[in-house]
């Protein structure tokens, strides 16, 4: 497995006023250790993941299944093995009020969940101000494997990616990034 693939802490920033979404990973020493852009005006999301912005070594696919965006899917794949590693779900309806996704493994078994932590803010977020950064937590089980945590910006999107709960290492940190990735261009949409 790539080696970007190795920290327990990622800070995910999203480039401003792009035409396309721009996210750089940065390891806990401040180096970028992954790149991604995503292509606007697709009608069915595909976000692909690279070594760095030279973009010449491809490392992970997003791919929404349908073109629906209310409850889609979309599956996270190794670009290097061709090998799905799971993939993300939203729960379109429960996403209204408070974002949450179902975190599903290699057979579409639901085996987590991501989920926005309080639905007061949830909802202060939604209709009083998009100011209120959010957090969010990734479950398998009553594990708490990941914790996603929006640095207060009003100026650039920062995600604060923390897996150092997942002692087990239950969740594949390639699923755990994508996710970051996601609730990225979903808060883009939303804001």
């Not at 970007?4 to 480039?15: D, G």
């Not at 992954?34 to 030279?54: G, N, P």
């Not at 085996?111 to 998009?130: I, N, T, Y």
């Amino acid at each position: 497995m790539n080696p970007a693939f190795s920290f327990s802490q990622y800070l995910l920033k999203r480039q401003v006023f792009a035409l396309t979404g721009k996210f750089r990973f940065f390891d806990p020493s401040g180096k970028l250790v992954l790149f991604s852009e995503q292509k606007m005006f697709k009608l069915r999301e595909d976000i692909r993941v690279y070594s760095d912005e030279s973009k010449t070594q491809e490392v992970l696919m997003i791919k929404a299944r349908q073109i629906v965006d209310f409850s889609a899917a979309y599956d996270v794949v190794d670009s290097a093995t061709g090998e799905k590693v799971g993939a993300l779900r939203r729960k379109g309806l429960a996403s209204l009020f408070r974002d949450e996704w179902e975190v599903l493994d290699v057979g579409d078994n639901v085996v987590g969940k991501l989920f926005e932590d309080s639905m007061g803010l949830a909802l202060v977020r939604r209709f009083l101000s998009g100011l209120v950064p959010q957090n969010y937590d990734i479950t398998f089980g009553t594990n708490r494997v990941a914790d996603l945590k929006q640095n207060f910006n009003p100026f650039t999107y920062q995600l604060n990616i923390d897996f150092s709960m997942d002692i087990n290492k239950l969740l594949d940190r390639r699923l755990g990034l994508a996710a970051g990735i996601l609730l990225a261009v979903v808060e883009g949409r939303q804001s």
